[in-house]
């Protein structure tokens, strides 16, 4: 998917600040950050949403979080506390429609989140 920004830097066509990769995801750097850490978890596959990525291929989920797991932790936050966050929708906030996590961390992320 030439048009998908994120199908872009998977493919190494578009600069990013990567963090992380698998055969299956690639983690970078948010371009604009929520918190101190902010880290995206991408499938090398597209799939526009959460829905779709289980739909398609259940297996995908439980990497993209353990990836994101994996990240937290060579972040340094996974003993302070993370949130991992899939936004699914316009109506959740999903601005790019290629399924990804973001990991949040290093600061007190209280509730409602931002």
Same mark, same amino acid.
């Given at each position: 998917m030439a048009e998908c920004l994120f199908c872009r830097v998977v493919a190494g066509t578009l600069?990013?600040?990567v963090v992380h990769q698998t055969d299956r995801v690639v983690a970078f750097r948010d +371009?604009?950050?929520q918190a101190p850490?902010? !880290?995206l978890v991408v499938p090398r596959d597209h799939h526009p949403d959460a829905a779709a990525m289980v739909a398609a291929d259940?297996?995908?989920?439980?990497v993209v979080l353990a990836e994101a797991a994996r990240v937290a932790e060579q972040e340094g +936050?996974?003993?302070?506390?993370?949130?991992i !966050?899939?936004?699914t929708g316009p109506g959740a906030g999903q601005t790019v429609?290629?399924?990804h996590a973001h990991v949040l961390g290093?600061?007190?992320?209280?509730?409602?989140?931002g």
């Open positions: 600069p990013a600040t +371009i604009a950050p850490t902010h !880290v259940p297996e995908l989920a439980g +936050i996974d003993r302070t506390g993370y949130r !966050v899939l936004n429609f290629h399924v290093g600061r007190p992320l209280g509730w409602p989140p």
